[in-house]
């Protein structure tokens, strides 16, 4: 249990993230110490609540806490913690719960607004509120909010819970289903196995269209904060530069109170005020601005001011007051037929494709592994990476706006395999999902593309209809920033790809076919952007291309899995995308940074091993080749006239 006062940062829908600020606190429902009972958000797990391996979405049951429970830290998935398979493959409802004791100001200060916020709950989640008073527990729980979306948070408003009378401390039930349907996002189906001489009368199993394990559970943070009733609720940020001057455009929003006046005041990284405004709308002007660079473009990446918002309302009571501080990185992205440029520098990507996945945590996020990646990201001298493939955590893309790393982010759109994920119904929740990804992480400038989609059935004839309203949607959303979707469709059948602002291409050349035949490659991989580019010259990213590698075989010559297939298949990729980044490719990702879980199958040996690192983030051979090329490519894009070196403390490198 934590307390303090926090400041806020800004989430989607306008509910901001926490930071410390006067005008708030916070009651953090999951830092555990050791695991003790009192910080743990329990799950009561249960098969009975429904019916064993029935997979339909049910009305919610009271928990009486009969059945098999399980402590379980929060955040992580439940599906690695415990011993018993039945919960590792679990498909359906479960039941998170736990008291959390609430501070007094918080329940007698009817002038201090009460929330409850979920930064993740794989995947539809409702939530129920239950308070208890001097005379007991109240019968039933209050139905506070409902949630359809695995990696977006979600808040509920609970002052009114909680301040209707004396109150001693509040139980909390988060009720979460992982089932999956070809309207969900990312789809599913469910296939019921009939045959009751092989299987248990009313089994099924849940069948997905994409390579990383279904992890379940309440994968962020969960916290109690407070806001002022008259409060900052969102801000947007563009930027522009004139010259030498930075342009910041700002819109803020107030909820709570429609008299009230702002105050804004920009700082730079010392603290001094360069620029300040007032009102819900305007532009501030930096002289001699100070640009947000990506990592290795520049001598001082990532360069961040600091947008302060001071509010004072006038209420019933008497005036509220409300501060609010928004980093803020002054750049530009824009988009010609061959290039992408960032502060009208072209910029090529040169990194990785991710996943949110560890050991026994499953996607649950943990700070040292995240700033471990990041210290890999570093030392591998990679510049960028994409949300593979869902949006990510707040605070990952908060690290990426601090050391530069340049982000395309990306949507939950991945396995759109049918027809059905085509249709009306699921191009609806897909547009939600947009919107509510927008709003979260539109003012990071680490995100320079959006993209909405991994691998979809682009061919298909409802296709084309889909992704261009889904692509307009988005740039309607967020007309700063180019849209993508990243495919493996050909380039004569996709009806998508003519919407797009980047062709993200991916392709696994002798590997899915043409086994072991490494010398086909080149020609291959050359007419795959060939025939890209002369169809619809805009710029290419190779944004998937790999090798499945089993740390610590090795076979010369090279064989498939072997370390030395996995090195020898990227030099031959790197032959020809050092060719063609000379005339339009502007980036390669490889697939993948590290090990992760998937789904059992006879492919996959305990998931999917084309990490150039392992799941626990050791390298292999790959990644020693991969840091030789992206330094290399780092001292031939940068802008200034010394090179750069990687110069080491420790074992992790840094610029100077």
């Known amino acids: 249990m934590c307390r303090g006062s926090i400041e806020w940062a800004l989430a989607p829908k306008g509910f901001p993230w926490p930071r410390s600020k006067p005008s708030a606190t916070v009651h953090t429902l999951h830092r555990a110490d050791h695991l003790t009972a009192e910080a743990l958000l329990t799950v009561l797990f249960t098969l009975l609540f429904p019916a064993p ?52 100001r918080w329940t007698q200060d009817l002038g201090t607004r009460v929330v409850l916020r979920i930064g993740s709950a794989h995947y539809y989640a409702i939530v129920v509120s239950a308070t208890s008073r001097a005379s007991g527990w109240w019968v039933n729980g209050v139905h506070v909010a409902e949630h359809e979306g695995g990696h977006l948070p979600f808040e509920a408003d609970i ?216 210290n890999l990201l570093r030392w591998l001298g990679a510049n960028a990476f994409r949300t593979s493939h869902y949006p990510y955590a707040e605070e990952v893309m908060q690290l990426c706006d601090r050391y530069g790393i340049v982000v395309i982010d990306e949507s939950p759109g991945v396995g759109i395999a049918l027809a059905q994920s085509l249709s009306n119904m699921s191009l609806q929740h897909h547009l939600e999902v947009m919107e509510e990804m927008v709003r979260r992480d539109k003012n990071h400038p680490a995100v320079v593309m959006w993209s909405v989609a991994n691998e979809p059935a682009s061919s298909l004839k409802p296709a084309g209809y889909y992704f261009k309203t889904l692509i307009a949607h988005t740039k309607a959303l967020d007309p700063s920033r180019p849209v993508t979707f990243v495919t493996k469709s050909s380039y004569e059948a996709d009806l998508g790809v003519p919407y797009v602002d980047v062709i993200c291409v991916n392709s696994y050349y002798s590997w899915y076919h043409d086994y072991g035949h490494m010398e086909v490659i080149q020609l291959q991989l050359a007419t795959q952007f060939e025939n890209w580019y002369r169809t619809y010259q805009k710029p290419i990213i190779q944004s998937e291309y790999g090798a499945e590698t089993i740390a610590g075989f090795h076979q010369d010559p090279p064989l498939m899995f072997s370390e030395e297939y996995q090195k020898g298949l990227l030099e031959q990729y790197h032959l020809v995308l050092d060719q063609k980044r000379k005339e339009y490719v502007v980036g390669e990702l490889i697939w993948n940074f590290a090990d992760f879980m998937t789904d059992q199958s006879p492919q996959r040996a ?25 330094w290399k490519l780092a001292n031939e894009t940068w802008h200034h006239q010394s090179a750069v070196k990687p110069q080491c403390v420790g074992n992790s490198p840094f610029t100077f």
């Open 53 to 104: 391996r029935t997979a339909c979405r049910c009305s919610l049951y009271t928990v009486d806490g009969s059945g098999p429970t399980l402590d379980m830290p929060v955040p992580s998935s439940f599906n690695d913690v415990g011993q018993d398979g039945r919960l590792r493959s679990f498909v359906g409802w479960v039941w998170y719960e736990r008291e959390a004791t609430l501070p007094q």
């Open 159 to 374: 002052s009114k819970l909680v301040q209707s009378g004396p109150l001693s401390f509040c139980r909390i039930t988060i009720a979460i289903n992982n089932t999956l349907s070809p309207y969900t996002l990312p789809p599913g189906t469910i296939l019921y196995q009939t045959d009751t001489s092989k299987y248990p009368k009313g089994y099924f199993v849940q069948n997905t269209n994409f390579d990383f394990f279904n992890y379940a559970g309440l994968h962020r943070s969960v916290l109690l904060y407070t806001t002022p009733i008259s409060y900052i609720d969102d801000i947007t940020i563009t930027t522009d530069v004139d010259r030498d001057i930075g342009l910041v455009n700002y819109q803020i929003f107030i909820q709570g109170s429609e008299h009230f006046q702002l105050e804004v005041f920009l700082l730079d990284e010392d603290g001094r005020a360069v620029a300040q405004g007032t009102g819900g709308q305007g532009q501030l002007q930096v002289p001699r601005a100070h640009l947000w660079w990506p990592y290795l473009m520049h001598e001082h990446p990532a360069y961040l001011y600091s947008l302060e918002v001071r509010l004072t309302a006038q209420t019933a009571d008497g005036p509220v007051s409300d501060f609010y501080t928004l980093p803020v990185g002054i750049r530009t992205v824009a988009v010609t037929e061959s290039q992408f440029l960032i502060n009208g520098k072209p910029f090529y990507f040169h990194g990785v494709n991710k996943h949110e996945d560890a050991d026994i945590r499953g996607k649950g996020f943990d700070w040292p592994l995240l700033v471990k990646d990041f």
């Open 606 to 630: 305990i998931g999917n091993r084309k990490g150039i690192f392992t799941r626990q983030r050791q390298p292999k051979s790959a990644a020693f080749l991969l840091r030789e090329r992206y």
